[in-house]
């Protein structure tokens, strides 16, 4: 039989699950793996042995050093290396590595975020070993590193990373949905996991050009461009072939994926130019959150291998399309079905109807919450820009669900499911195939896929552990409410029937398939009661409101204190990314754009003084057209420059908080916004060999 190459590397780096059934002793193995699949207290005895063969295999492949790899609030990952070394007293050394070492580390907690965490509470801060994400090795200039993924919490106990809630908040609908299964019969059941697909959007610009624009470096966007004379309206650029220097990238990228057990399994060009887009297939969902996090690493990593910059940010280009991560979530049991398979006639599934009224239950509830979840800086760029589904939370079904739901509604009883019928292709020589019973629908932030919902709304270089964390508790918390009243139920399928029903009845305003991008919509949601947020700044405050307080510290989630830490980190992170971006333009302007136009003004009047001086009769009226409209577009630019250097010293002034994040909001953006106009303006107008960085053009098509 040929072997792939993907077969050959797949999983290389990984301390999986066959690995660790081959190096350890049986009744480690047993123990570990009942562990991992029954989320059990982990046994410390067993620690050590684990240890001694993870150590064995990382020095076996080259490894110098371990290290506790975690997710801070910051959203990227830290590491902090040591070396297995210990002395042998003899002058020596000897390869240790402990099963304490293994389970608990100790970074100093005090540089990390932790939103007033940090002043209550001690500066110390512990990892733990999270054995149910598998140990890898990262390869780089440093040699060999093993990497055990672990959850980051302070002294006394509060979560200071994003993994440890989401691992929370699995165990919390794991609970809840089992307890729904067990009404249903389904007594083999024992736990219930997320699942999770994450698509990652990207860009690649050339790195030279890349490393001459401060604002792409400094913050991930460009702060000033005008458009190019083309940009993504033929749309030639989605699903288009890919380029070679791209395609060297992906193989690469593909390659990294796999050795490291990543499921990289779809590549294509996006729909703005030198934007692309990977996917991997699904896993369970911390070990998915994991994986994106390393292929966000990666991608960065490969790319300047080979002179590529790869940008993650939300919104790089104004006026293209910006970059969104696709959140794709499902709940599957042990024994392997998932419950969001409605199968072929969903009307009869009564398990699955109750799993999706509560799923919509969830999101209607806790509209804001969700939204704030999907939210960072860069991503209110883009939600409600006609790219992107708009701010407004709402759940698209699809016709066959739609109208299921719709029989329910209405009669009290659905009789039939629509089916998706023959599509003929009209041509011979095409095979003609089974259509889908629902079509796609692009323009809604949480799609029901077929048998998954995809929350299309999360910022591409979000960590997707904040949005799942959220998904998963409000889920738990509605599941639990429906257990309480099933279980009590005397008549357990009139119970059930009745309570779809309702749920479907009370929560259908938040249901909508039509086009999310119409001008009616916003208007239309409205008139539903639905919140239209248009800002990561004004969805914070639901982290903090008395209903997520009370559900997620039901479902041990979330304390009061991490919430309200969490708030506080949020706002920090939202003052920061707008300051470093007003700082960044003021020094672009000042020492970049301001001197080039002064350099463009000066050479028009000495163009005209010098035609006139040769022949007084020659007609300058051109250049003096010309000079008139830079000059006066350099004083707008100049005024402007003050206005922002003058808001974003008042907004440094503030203390750290709400306020703060709203000043930034509401006065240096639109103060950053009038400075890029002028700007973006004079570019057409300024010789471009005068220009002081590539324009939109050379970064988006000349790659
Ligand atoms: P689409 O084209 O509708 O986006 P795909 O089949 O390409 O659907 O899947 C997109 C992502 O969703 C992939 O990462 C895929 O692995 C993931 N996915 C598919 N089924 C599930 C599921 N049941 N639960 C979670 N993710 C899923
Ligand atoms: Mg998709």
């Known amino acids: 039989m040929i072997k792939s190459v993907i077969e050959d590397i797949f999983a290389e780096d990984v301390f999986n699950d066959s690995v660790m059934r081959e190096r350890l002793p049986k009744p480690v193995y047993k123990q570990l793996k009942e562990t991992i699949d029954k989320d059990l207290e982990l046994d410390s005895h067993i620690a050590g042995a684990v240890a001694h063969a993870m150590k064995e295999w990382a020095l076996e492949r080259g490894a110098t050093h371990y290290t506790h790899w975690f997710q801070p609030m910051t959203g990227t990952t830290a590491e902090k290396h040591d070396a297995f070394l210990t002395p042998t007293g003899d002058g020596g050394v000897i390869m240790e590595f402990s099963g304490k070492e293994l389970i608990k580390g100790e970074p100093d907690a005090s540089s990390f975020p932790s939103g007033g965490l940090r002043a209550t509470f001690e500066a110390r801060g512990y990892t733990a070993w999270d054995c149910t994400s598998p140990a890898f090795l990262k390869k780089d200039a440093i040699g060999v590193t093993l990497c055990i993924p672990t959850a980051f919490c302070s002294y006394t106990g509060e979560a200071l990373d994003k993994k440890t809630p989401l691992l929370r908040s699995m165990e919390a609908v794991n609970d809840q949905a089992v307890r729904i299964l067990k009404l249903f019969g389904h007594n083999d059941v024992e736990s219930v ?134 959140d794709n979530w499902s709940l599957v049991t042990n024994t392997g079905k998932n419950l969001l398979d409605p199968g072929k006639t969903p009307h009869e599934n009564v398990q699955f109807l109750l799993f999706l009224s509560a799923i919509i239950r969830a999101v209607d509830e806790n509209a804001v919450l969700l939204r704030f979840s999907a939210a960072n800086p860069g991503n209110d760029h883009r939600l409600g820009a006609n790219e992107a589904p708009p701010a407004i939370i709402s759940v698209f079904l699809g016709e066959q669900l739609e109208d299921v739901v719709d029989q329910l509604i209405e009669t009290g009883e659905a009789k039939s499911s629509l089916q998706g019928g023959r599509l003929t292709t009209g041509v011979n020589t095409l095979p003609d195939f089974r259509r889908d019973a629902t079509d796609r629908n692009r323009t809604s932030p949480f799609a029901f896929t077929g048998n998954k919902f995809e929350f299309r709304m999360v910022a591409s270089s979000l960590s997707v552990a904040g949005p799942n964390t959220v998904l998963n508790t409000i889920v738990a918390d509605v599941l639990e409410d429906m257990a309480n009243q099933l279980e009590k139920a005397e008549d357990f399928d009139t119970a059930v029937h009745d309570l779809i029903k309702k749920t479907f009845t009370e929560h259908r305003q938040v249901i909508f398939n039509g086009n999310g991008y119409s001008e009616e919509w916003p208007k239309e949601a409205e008139r539903r009661g639905l919140p239209n ?84 009769a020659a007609d300058v009226s051109v250049q003096t057209e010309l000079l008139t409209t830079s000059s006066a577009l350099l004083t707008k630019t100049k005024t402007a420059l003050k206005k922002l250097e003058e808001v974003t010293s008042q907004a440094n002034e503030k203390a750290e908080g709400e306020e703060q994040a709203h000043f930034f909001m509401d006065k240096v953006m639109p103060a950053m916004n009038d400075l890029r106009a002028p700007i973006d303006e004079l570019e057409m107008l300024v010789d471009k060999e005068l220009w002081p960085v590539p324009s939109y053009a050379d970064m988006l098509f000349e790659v």
């Open 533 to 616: 947020v248009k800002s990561m700044v004004d969805a914070i405050p639901s982290l903090i409101d008395p209903k997520t307080i009370e559900i997620f510290e039901k479902h041990h989630v979330l304390s009061k204190v991490e919430l309200e830490s969490r708030a506080e980190i949020n706002y920090e992170a939202y003052a920061k990314a707008i300051n470093i971006e007003a700082r960044t333009m003021i020094d672009m302007a000042s020492k970049k754009y301001i001197p080039a136009i002064i350099r463009h003004t000066t050479s028009l009047a000495e163009s005209i003084n010098a035609v006139k001086s040769a022949c007084p």
């Open 193 to 326: 996991s997320v699942s999770v697909g994450a698509e990652q959007e990207y860009f690649l610009v050339d790195r030279d050009k890349y490393l001459q624009r401060e604002d792409l470096i400094f913050t991930g966007r460009t702060l000033f461009g005008a458009m190019p004379p083309k940009g993504q309206e033929l749309d030639d650029h989605y699903f288009g072939t890919i380029k070679e220097r791209v395609a060297a990238f992906m193989k690469e990228l593909n390659e990294e994926c796999w050795k490291l057990g990543i499921l990289a399994k779809t590549q294509h060009n996006e729909v703005a130019p030198a934007q692309h887009e990977m996917a991997p297939i699904y896993s369970t969902a911390n070990i998915a959150t994991d994986h994106n996090q390393l292929v966000m690493e990666i991608m960065k990593k490969v790319a300047k291998r080979h002179n590529l910059e790869c940008l993650l940010h939300e919104k790089p280009f104004a006026g293209v399309n910006g970059s969104g991560k696709h």
